[in-house]
């Protein structure tokens, strides 16, 4: 088969609708009569609400309907977009649509239904509750001390889960080195800041059921705990995905669809809008996991590790979300990054009175590779050793089976990705300026960093997904999918999965904007880099399937063994002669209108995965510290990814810089902070949260090694996390490398960056 | 939908004036670019009020100069026309740097210097440039008008000397205060757009030869209220602004800064900016690079 | 309370009741269905909202409707031609990449109309500072910023 569509950069299908203001986003679609609602947040971090009272709320012209705990169900549900479980010891059921048990500051504790957003707001700023007040814990040692209140019963220390991971004796890999290196590294709390807010709206349909259209990247789950959390059978709940405006893991949970149906409910259902605030998003929706990692590591003194003990805790926040998960995936990408032949990996996961940490693009691995490559520079720096000699020496190599799953590592040019990366970055040139330049005020400094992830979520959870191929009247055919395009140009790539398989070009085939779990296949959605590999094998069987069924249909009608047909640019080819039999246009209308044998063509394919692949890669930075003022500078970056073969090259650039834009922020300036006195978040709005603007990100270089992997559809692996995995890690070494001493905490803001300074100068401890 | 009780539009200050004086509950709206926020986060300053818009009131907007030459900067005066304008870039540099470092694009286009001073912020990064040239403020009420020094009118955080019924309607500069004078404002933020000032900076240097003649500087965030150094000021009269006296000046600019702890900055931190802006702001004044 | 304005949108003229609490957002998106102007943060910051005012790019969220009176607005539905031909710009963008989740673009394209009106030849970093008001969380900004500097180029023939 010729290959003509993938690795070509077709445009977005969506580009020319978004580009003019054309697509449609939860709140651009008219609903008719709706209501609006306001969710009523606590005024303390931790305690019960002993009343709550909503007379004066109630006056104001224009409220419908206040609901408080007392009018929704008691069972408990889990918001975490995982897959539902047949095994125990899944998700964490321990959230009820509205509380009267406050665990953050901003929890949800009553919600207004109003005629106008206005009305719903002064309303909801006149119900006042009444606490009995706990103390409340914004550190995870708070939280784990001795004595201190369960956040929720029976959680012991408020540890929710701690685990164990081992490979080999590290106690004998630490008798065989020469060298012990230990240190401990904190990343911050940060938020996704996706630009469209969590926006819903429920009513009920003809039908009886109950419709929620919402921003979420994974309808089918949605539904799933649409049932759970609201008691009802599955089926009566239909989720619609429009057009999403981002969401970067914080809509793979579950968050605001149960109450905005059960406002539907409360009125009767009749239609509610419930959008968030950019303030509620940042800080009452979903984070990213603050963890902090001890590592301890024996080198030879060759530079061949031979033990890595690693202890994380993990801060969660007020509810389990994502649970576990996150900080227990450390110990895989540890041991596929490096060969580590004796390798202990702790992770607990802890409660705390903050912001509730769930998914966020890279689920954990931004914070572990800051851990690990930390400590790799400082070995290198302790070893005299350079860093690219000490990572070849050590990284895992492909074909290598995973340590702790036994799947093979098929493709991994981690390796490949640091050489070719250093050429293209021009590390040499750059870091001769560098050493150049250490006197001054101004210093210079370079930074490598690499990462191991993993595409989807085999064999630790379910990965099934599903397509539908239609072919239309006219030969073109219509894709429908489960997964769930939010702005990564997923759609894109499957169109041409769909494409190149079929033997047609892209633009005969079509996406859906929405996913509606009425109409679209089952598929668990938008995570782990997943869609592309995992949708996409479901795409191309698909395809292949109704290539099949169209060359069997010419066959009927057109007398030629279907044996010898193929199709290319969209003609059945008789491929013993090279002859165009006819157009998929012509055989489409015999398929759908021919008196005797029409049988339109459909395929549809779903597909449960049971493999995995490995994107790897490094990034490269090159920045400027002011040691006056603690500024940093990031003067360049690169990535070089190991993401299978690319699909489409320009969307994958696109990908990558964007992952990278975001690494600068986690870097360099994002942290979302509390009031220690009250537990109330301080910079939740986007003045004091700092994401980079167009002026903050420097030009940024992007290089694929493209090996093509045995199981991803066209060779493809996982691409949408990777690119933020490893550039903050990157740009911490480069900083430290311009200092000539370590800061080990992020992010690396001008103030921290300068008090580090200080009192490195004081002679005082260098770590911060 | 805001939560403002009524909106009326002025078309003059006496109108405006008026409408203010005669009702306490009458509160000024601009730009909007505060306000609108304000009354958005339910600022019980603004929730429930009578706004009087003012940026059609004709002549609120603009800049002109007399036949003295000196200078008149209209409140209602946007942040993209000062940054643009040929006047203020010809003698009044450091204001239209000052203006351009604020918000991004959009916010300029909207937001007014009128806003920017009357909203009490120390962070407001006109407002410590407007110290170093001496600027008057013009300030209209029922009796007619007057002008105040701008280093009277804030009077703490968020509180400038503004009474129920008055309209801050201009800012003025002598000719004498910039004629032979070259400023410059640094602003220090985490982000390069989009950002409030961890602590802003603005010089205002005169040079006799090779000797400092006079010397304004003044800071954003350095205390409750944008402030001169003015023992600063003093020390360097008369001086060769070596790198070495800069550095002696950087540190006795902190006997009149008030510099405290907040999430947004340590003190320790905001002391080190307050020691090293002048120095940077003064030799890019001079012409250098600003890394003295 | 209500008042009478006078405004033209995307050409063509509207004269209006409006609340006079009421946001320019909430004005076209809810009064004139011109959904293409979206709300973000609501407090200026991100820029989703963007809309020009007499040729000026404003953030329609903290702008009030009655400020529009006697003004002509450009909403993204106002940038291509009648005919649906796109905008040099928004060509651009498409053919470049800029577009992710999508959900800025129409503030970017705002923003990125009224900055090659003002500064038609700009520097790789005055497109940096004129975009600087609208936030992307999806791009890293590389490929917007090509974009534009794409169609200066071929607007000077190059």
């Known amino acids: 088969m010729k290959n003509k569509v993938i690795g070509d950069s077709v445009p977005r299908w969506d580009a020319r609708a978004k580009v003019c203001g054309r697509a449609d986003y939860t709140a651009d679609i008219p609903v008719k009569n709706a209501l609006h609602g306001k969710i009523v947040r606590a005024g303390i971090a931790h305690g019960r609400v002993l009343c709550l009272d909503i007379e004066d709320a109630l006056r104001v012209p224009g409220v419908v309907k206040i609901l408080t705990p007392a009018d929704l169900p008691k069972t408990k549900f889990a918001t975490a977009g995982h897959p539902y479980s047949l095994e125990p010891g899944g998700d964490v059921y321990d959230k009820n649509i509205l509380t009267d048990y406050v665990r953050l500051y901003g929890d949800e504790i009553a919600a207004v239904i109003a005629e106008t957003p206005l009305a719903a707001a002064v309303a909801a700023e006149k119900v006042v509750a009444r606490y009995e007040e706990l103390p409340f814990y914004l550190t995870t040692e708070e939280a784990m001390a001795d004595g201190a209140v369960e956040l929720h019963e029976g959680v012991k220390n408020n540890i929710l889960a701690d685990t164990t991971a081992s490979v080999g004796d590290v106690e004998q890999g630490f008798a065989q080195a020469d060298h012990i290196f230990e240190s401990e590294y904190q990343t911050q709390i940060v938020q996704h800041c996706h630009m469209e807010n969590q926006a819903a709206v429920a009513y009920q349909d003809a039908d009886g059921r109950w419709t929620c259209i919402s921003s979420t990247q994974i309808p089918h789950i949605c539904r799933r705990i649409l049932g759970e959390a609201l008691e009802m059978p599955w089926s009566k709940f239909r989720v619609i995905k429009p057009f999403i405006g981002g969401g970067f893991g914080n809509k793979q949970d579950v968050i605001i669809e149960p109450l905005v149906v059960a406002m539907s409910m409360a009125v009767g259902g009749r239609a509610v809008r419930l959008e968030l605030e950019g303030e509620e998003v940042l800080a009452y929706t979903r984070v990213r996991h603050a963890i902090r990692y001890r590592s301890k590591v024996g080198v030879t003194k060759d530079g061949r590790i031979t033990a890595w003990q690693m202890d994380a805790v993990s801060k969660t926040g007020a509810y389990a979300s994502h649970g576990h998960s996150i900080a227990a995936k450390g110990a895989g990408i540890l041991s596929t990054l490096y060969e580590i032949p004796n390798m202990i990996y702790r992770s607990r996961t802890v409660l705390t009175n903050t912001g509730n940490a769930g998914a966020m693009r890279g689920y954990g691995v931004p914070q572990i590779t800051f851990a690990i490559e930390a400590m790799t520079e400082k070995i290198c720096s302790a070893l005299n050793m350079d860093s690219f000699e000490f990572r070849l020496k050590n990284f895992k190599k492909e074909g290598a089976p995973h340590p702790l799953n036994g799947i093979p590592m098929a493709t991994n040019k981690v390796a490949d990705c640091l050489t070719q990366g250093k050429a293209a970055f021009g590390w040499d040139g750059k870091m001769a300026a560098a050493l150049g330049d250490k006197g001054g005020i101004i210093r210079r400094g370079l930074g490598v960093a690499a990462f191991s992830y993993a595409t989807a979520v085999y064999p630790y959870s379910l990965e099934i997904a599903g397509c539908r191929l239609t072919m239309n009247q006219d030969g073109t055919v219509k894709m429908m999918v489960g997964a769930t395009e939010i702005g990564q140009g997923s759609d894109t790539g499957l169109i041409q999965i769909a494409a190149e398989t079929l033997g047609v070009p892209a633009e005969m085939v079509y996406a859906e904007a929405v996913t509606d779990t009425d109409i679209a296949p089952f598929d668990t959605g938008c995570y782990a880099s997943r869609q592309i590999y995992v949708t996409g094998m479901a795409v191309a069987k698909a395809a292949q399937e109704l290539k099949d069924k169209i060359c069997r249909a010419a066959e009927q009608f057109y007398k030629i063994s279907s044996q010898v047909l193929d199709i290319e640019d969209a003609y059945i080819i008789n491929t013993t002669t090279g002859d165009r039999v006819a157009s998929l246009g012509d055989l489409a209308l015999y398929t759908y209108y021919d008196k005797a044998r029409a049988r339109t063509l459909t395929a549809e394919v779903s597909n449960n995965c049971h493999n995995n692949s490995y994107p790897m890669g490094v990034t490269f930075a090159e920045v400027e510290v002011d040691t006056q003022t603690g500024v940093v500078t990031l003067l360049s970056m690169l990535n070089a990814h190991d993401s299978g073969v690319i699909i489409n090259p320009l969307l994958a650039e696109g990908q990558v810089e964007g992952g990278m834009g975001m690494g600068v922020g986690f870097a360099l300036g994002e942290d979302l902070f509390y009031d220690t006195k009250t537990g109330a978040p301080l910079n939740n709005n986007l003045l004091d949260y700092k994401i980079p603007t167009a002026m903050d990100v420097p030009e940024l270089g992007v290089l694929f090694v493209q090996p093509v992997d045995p199981y991803g559809p066209f060779g493809a692996k996982g691409l949408g996390e990777p690119p933020l995995c490893s550039p903050a890690a990157a740009i911490r070494n480069a900083v430290c490398q311009a200092l000539g001493f370590e800061i080990d905490s992020l992010p690396l803001t001008p103030g921290k960056v300068f008090a580090a300074i200080a009192a490195h100068r004081s002679g005082g401890e260098a770590n911060v | 939908m805001y939560d403002f009780n009524s909106y009326t539009e002025a078309h003059s200050i006496d109108e405006a004036v008026r409408a203010l004086g005669g009702n306490p509950n009458a509160r000024v709206i601009a730009g909007g670019t505060d306000v609108l926020i304000k009354l958005r986060s339910r600022d019980e300053a603004f929730v429930g009020r009578d706004l009087e818009g003012i940026t059609r009131i004709p002549g609120l907007a603009g800049v002109s100069v007399d036949t003295q030459g000196d200078i008149t900067i209209g409140a209602a005066t946007s942040f993209s026309q000062i940054e643009n304008d040929e006047t203020i870039t010809r003698c009044l540099a450091s204001l239209g740097t000052a203006a351009g470092s604020i918000g991004g694009p959009q916010i300029r286009n909207v937001g007014t210097i009128g806003g920017n001073l009357a909203n009490g912020a120390t962070s407001a990064d006109t407002a410590a440039v407007l110290l170093t040239y001496n600027a008057s403020l013009v300030i209209h009420d029922s009796s007619g008008s007057h002008e105040m020094p701008a280093c009277e009118f804030h009077t703490g955080p968020g509180k400038v000397r503004l009474e129920q019924g008055q309209l801050l309607t201009a800012v003025k500069i002598a000719r004498a205060d910039y004629e032979g004078y070259r400023g410059s404002y640094i602003k220090f933020a985490v982000r390069q757009a989009m950002d409030i000032a961890t602590l802003g900076c603005a010089v205002l240097v005169k040079m006799d030869g090779n000797v400092i003649e006079d010397l304004r500087i003044a800071f954003g965030v350095a205390g409750p209220t944008p402030l001169r150094a003015a023992a600063a000021e003093r020390f360097a009269k008369g001086k060769v602004p070596s790198g070495k006296i800069l550095e002696q000046l950087g540190r006795i600019c902190l006997e009149d800064t008030k510099a405290r702890d907040s999430w947004r900055a340590a003190k320790a931190f905001r002391e080190q900016l307050i020691t090293v802006l002048p120095q940077r702001a003064i030799s890019q004044a001079l012409g250098g690079d600003g890394n003295a | ?158």
Request: charged content about 25%; overall charge negative; proline content about 2%.
């Open chain 3, 1 to 158: 309370m209500r008042k009478a304005i006078n405004v033209e949108v995307n050409g063509k003229a509207h004269e209006m009741f409006v609340d006079e609490r009421l946001s320019l957002l909430e004005l076209l998106r809810d009064e004139l269905q011109l959904t293409g102007t979206k709300q973000g943060c609501g407090v200026g910051e991100c820029g989703a909202c963007a809309v020009l005012v007499d040729g000026k790019a404003v953030d329609s969220c903290i702008y009030l409707a009655v400020w529009a009176d006697s003004r002509k607005v450009t909403t993204i539905e106002g940038i291509a031609a009648t005919d649906g031909t796109l905008s040099d710009i928004q060509e651009s963008f498409v053919e470049s990449g800029a577009i992710q989740c999508g959900f800025c673009t129409p503030g970017l394209v705002i923003a990125a109309t009224a900055l090659l009106d003002q500064q038609p030849e700009p520097s790789r970093a005055q497109i940096r500072r004129g975009l600087s008001g609208n936030l992307c969380r999806c791009t890293g900004y590389s490929k917007i910023i090509d974009a534009v500097e794409n169609v200066a180029k071929t607007r000077n023939g190059g």
